[in-house]
């Protein structure tokens, strides 16, 4: 009997020994296969329009699309200072700072707070910068932008901007994507996603870099996540070609890359047709704006051309990778009717770890070559009547500390501020924007903000208030829910806007 | 007994079951009345037997929804009068509820019988009236009317809604506390802070009872906005739990701040209006945005006429020359025709714009081939707001005819080769606000001129140079070299 038992298990053991994995996935089919289809009937609705007449029906996903209700923004410039430059420098004036220069910082100030790198009690740090009032304003601006103080009553400086991000690849992708995790699409992805492009023949969403190096966070700062990768960036260079790969190759001719073209557009259309997949749209828009940019492209990316004064103006040398190029350029593109232009410029993370991230040398010099072009920039796309339908945004992914860095505890070689989340300071300029306007507030040191709080996701509603675009209304359906570029918050900075 | 009463958390612990407990009561009350009046139907004589249970129980929970209530109310913050009322009548219910019972169990006594059904309707009335004080108790006493229809409104006439109009045309003349600070408080503070739910002591109604405080001390300080926990609570981080208005609720916009900041720190006066107090450059320009908007400040680029919208045949015409033609917004019919990939758009490609003249508000030639002799149909585009003419052949001999253009706001000739004396025909033009000539070959003088006839108009006209500066070549070095 009990042998009898032992064989019965021991069948009952072999035969559920073969039921693998295989075999519950494939008896889940049925179950998995009715979730799948539920999503999939879901995407199937047509989109309706409203004004079908005005609204690109080949499914173009770059065509220009209509606002929620009129923008003041046509297009955005946004000048992004990765590593953060220091507002205490710059912009947020302390006077008390200046009197605990050197002293020991106050344990109030540290309890419960984490640093990126200060440890232990370190020392506060007085303003390194002259400050001045400037304009009707009466804006604060330090001798470290000499040319930048002229546009006073033209910016609207927020001066409490908050972030929850101390390391700089998240605070960036916080800044560019609304989220510290990577997936999320960028700002300008958003935008062209919203409004489409205007010029045909050029990307609506341009990246340009400087500063030797890209952003910590990597090309996903201005990637289209989970948005068609037809709305993600495109990076242009300065030096070399513009775009890469881009130009044929020897002994192509452009009648032979049409032809081309046109063959494996044929074949995507079959796929579409046939799946329905809306990145095989943007594989074939793809092609053929590549095909355009061969000769848009090196046209408007090309400086030469400029007249000597605006040269001058700008301080521009062309040929070479620099953050003035790219603001020369950045206007071109605007005046081309390009949706989102995102400067990058590299080199702001001044610890006092050595003389180039440093606050009384690197900062200096890193001022010295945004300070004219910026202005430049300004003034330029304001005498070209661009300044009213463009806004400009300027900043960093965070602020610097009020105290020395003492990283590991020890004395740094030169002057350097940490990471500071809590308070720092941005500007925005042009349309709509209030001129010389000042909104937030942070205490005597510069340490807490205390008025007119913002947060980054107002900062993105704003952006997209200008362009005509409800930040709410803004959404795209991924993974069975609508997301938007502010997620749950966002609150339209009113008090900046005209 | 005494035990209970008297050691807080207990009595509070239960008091806290009340208004869960009280839909006992009202629902098998509800139900014993129904059943009263049914079961005297030979039909439904069968019920009779149902009876007594139910009206046991239901007095019973009333009995205990009494205790409950008179435990909750020991925890105050309740408006005395209101609290009275709901305070007898649930008594009453109890009261009557009990006699109910016993008119059951003694029913085949003679006469009683008959006051089954005039006391289950007192019962009934009662009932009504305790529950609705009861919920005038928690949610304040306007929680139905706020939520009426206004037609019914109008049939009951009670709380005809307050349609809120600004009094004031001007933002100077609006009175500081009685205009814009009191309409914060309503919004954001009564809910809770009121004659009726006093949450934290507190009421917010008018001045004198801000100024008394709540039972935590004083909430004001005057002219010390940041020593006022009027304010201070205001601004707390989210997830305080002392930040006012609490999680949940809508908190208050940075405007709305700024005001109260400035109230307070003006020492909160009464009758003041905004003109009479200093105002920081900050305070101007949140209250230039409390500015009540006229129709035009509203929709800056949109006429509010409604128009058709456009035929598909004239736009398509349109777009085979390049043209982009796209809604203001979503849902207009209006429209923004731009050039910016029509390079090859000529003056007589104008005349395909005629057909669209009612709807066509900003129009976008920068870089086309359209010269003077366009001006002849842009002067019928009398709709036109924006109009760029941006590095264009035109000489603007023809400027003149852009006087039709009465909505024109904003006109971008930079580029041009326009001539001077024509500028001051622009003059005309009374709702035009910038006009852009950087690179045209207009003179000084012809700028001037047009200023004296328009000053408040924004005439550019570039040519901006930024100085070398020293600091434009030092490079910083820690070893000077």
């Known amino acids: 009997m009990t042998k009898h038992a032992k064989l019965i298990k021991e069948a009952n053991d ?15 089919v049925t179950g998995l296969g009715a979730a799948a289809l539920g999503s999939f009937l879901a995407s199937c609705g047509s989109s309706s329009s409203s004004n079908k007449t005005l609204v690109d029906a080949a499914g173009n996903p770059m065509a220009p699309k209509p606002p929620h209700f009129p923008g003041k923004a046509k297009a955005v410039i946004y000048l992004h200072m990765a590593g953060a430059p220091s507002q205490l420098e710059l912009f947020d004036y302390k006077p008390e700072l200046a009197k605990l220069h050197n002293q020991l910082c106050p344990q109030s100030l540290l309890e419960g707070k984490k640093f990126a790198f200060i440890r232990g009690v370190p020392k ?21 932008l000499p040319h930048f103080t002229s546009m006073a009553d033209d910016v609207s400086f927020l001066k409490a901007v908050q972030t929850d991000q101390f390391n700089h690849g998240p605070a960036q992708l916080l800044m560019q994507t609304g989220s510290a995790r990577l997936g999320r699409p960028s700002t300008g992805s958003w935008v062209t996603y919203g409004l489409g492009s205007e010029n045909s023949n050029l990307p609506g969403f341009v990246v340009l870099t400087s500063g030797g190096k890209t952003p910590d966070a990597g090309k996903s700062v201005w990637g289209s996540g989970f948005l068609p990768s037809v709305y993600q960036g495109v990076q242009c260079r300065t030096k070399g070609e513009p775009v890469l790969y881009l130009t044929d190759p020897d002994g192509m001719s452009r009648d032979l890359r049409k032809e081309s073209i046109n063959a494996i557009n044929e074949i995507n259309k079959e796929e579409y047709t046939a799946f329905g997949d809306p990145e095989t749209l943007a594989r074939i828009s793809q092609y053929e704006l590549a095909y355009k940019m061969q000769i848009s492209v090196p046209d408007v990316m090309n400086i030469n051309n400029e007249p000597d004064y605006i040269h001058e103006m700008y301080g521009t040398q062309p040929g070479k990778e620099s953050f003035a190029n790219n603001c020369l350029l950045a206007r071109k593109l605007v005046e081309k009717g390009v949706r989102f232009v995102q400067l990058y410029d590299w080199g702001w993370d001044t610890h006092g770890t050595d003389e180039g991230g440093s606050i009384d040398y690197g900062l200096r010099n890193k001022c010295r070559e945004i300070d004219r072009p910026i ?66 507030e942070t205490d005597e040191i510069g340490y807490a903000a205390v008025k007119g709080k913002v947060a980054i996701n107002d900062i993105h509603a704003t952006i997209l208030q200008q362009l005509g675009l409800d930040h709410e209304k803004l959404t795209y359906q991924f993974q069975g829910r609508p997301f938007r570029l502010t997620d749950t918050g966002g609150r339209v900075i009113t008090p900046i806007l005209s | 007994m005494r035990l209970l009463i008297n050691t807080g958390s207990w009595s509070m612990f239960i008091g806290r079951s009340h208004p869960l407990l009280v839909h006992l009561p009202i629902g098998i009350l509800l139900i014993a009345c129904i059943l009263t009046l049914l079961a005297r139907r030979e039909k439904w004589r069968h019920l009779q037997g149902a009876l007594p249970a139910t009206l046991l129980i239901a007095a019973l929970s009333a009995i205990a929804s009494c205790i409950t209530g008179y435990m909750l109310s020991l925890d105050g ?31 085949h006594k003679g006469q009683l019988r008959k006051w089954q059904v005039p006391a289950s309707v007192v019962m009934v009335l009662l009932l009504s009236a ?51 600070v009191m309409p914060v408080l309503t919004n954001r503070c009564y809910g809770c802070h009121n004659e009726q739910k006093l949450k934290g002591g507190l009421r917010l109604e008018s001045v004198e009872l801000i100024r008394k405080g709540g039972e935590h001390g004083p909430v004001l300080k005057d002219s010390v906005p940041e020593e006022s926990e009027l304010f201070k609570r205001l601004i707390l981080p989210e997830e305080d739990e002392h930040r006012m208005p609490p999680k949940g609720k809508p908190g208050v916009t940075p405007q709305e701040l700024e005001l109260l900041h400035w109230w307070i720190s003006q020492g909160a006066p009464t009758g003041k209006t905004v003109k009479e107090l200093t105002k920081t450059p900050l305070m101007l ?13 509203k929709q800056e680029f949109i006429p509010e006429e409604k128009v058709n919208a456009v035929s598909a045949e004239h736009l398509a015409k349109l777009e085979a020359k390049g043209m982009k033609v796209l809604p203001v917004a979503a849902g207009s019919n209006y429209i923004n025709v731009d050039g910016i990939n029509a390079s090859n758009f000529t003056n007589e490609d104008m005349q395909l714009l005629l057909p669209l003249k009612a709807q066509l508000v900003w129009l976008n030639l920068a870089g086309t081939r359209v010269t003077d002799s366009s001006f002849g149909v842009i002067g019928k585009l009398t709709h036109l707001v924006r109009l760029d003419l941006r590095n264009t052949g035109v000489k603007g001999k023809e400027l003149s005819s852009l006087n039709a253009c009465t909505e024109l706001r904003y006109l971008n000739l930079a580029g041009t080769a326009v001539a001077g004396e024509s500028l001051t025909s622009l003059q005309k033009n009374k ?14 003088a012809a700028v001037a001129e047009l200023r004296k006839y328009m000053p408040k108009l924004t005439i550019d006209t570039g040519g901006y140079h930024l100085p070398l500066l020293a600091s434009d070549t030092t490079v910083y070095h820690k070893v000077a070299g």
């Open chain 1, 14 to 28: 072999t035969t559920l020994r073969f039921f693998t994995r295989r075999h519950f996935l494939k008896d889940c």
């Open chain 1, 124 to 144: 506060m740090l007085g303003p390194q910068a002259v400050f001045k009032q400037h304009g009707e304003s009466r804006a604060w601006i330090s001798d470290h």
């Open chain 1, 375 to 440: 202005t430049a920039l300004l003034q330029d796309l304001k005498q070209r009547g661009l300044l009213d339908e463009t806004l400009v945004v300027w900043g960093g992914e965070f602020g610097r500390t009020p105290m020395q860095e003492n990283r590991d505890g020890k004395d740094m070689p030169f002057l350097g501020r940490d990471h500071h989340v809590e308070a720092f300071t941005m500007w925005m300029a042009g349309a709509g924007i209030k001129r010389g306007c000042s909104f937030g």
């Open chain 2, 77 to 107: 913050g309740y408006e005395e009068n209101l609290l009275l009322t709901h305070k007898y009548l649930g008594i009453g219910v109890a009261v009557v509820s009990t006699g109910l019972y016993i008119l059951e169990k003694n029913k």
């Open chain 2, 130 to 180: 305790a529950g609705h004080y009861g919920g005038s108790l928690t949610h304040g006493d306007d929680y139905l009317t706020q939520a009426m229809p206004d037609g019914l409104r109008k049939l009951t006439g009670v709380g005809a809604a307050k349609a809120h109009v600004a009094a004031y045309t001007n933002i100077g003349d609006a009175r500081v506390y009685e205009d814009l």
């Open chain 2, 285 to 297: 320009a949140v209250l230039e945005g409390m500015q009540p908007a006229t129709p035009w400040d």
């Open chain 2, 431 to 444: 709702k035009l606000q910038q006009v852009f000539l950087y690179q045209s070959g207009v003179s000084p």
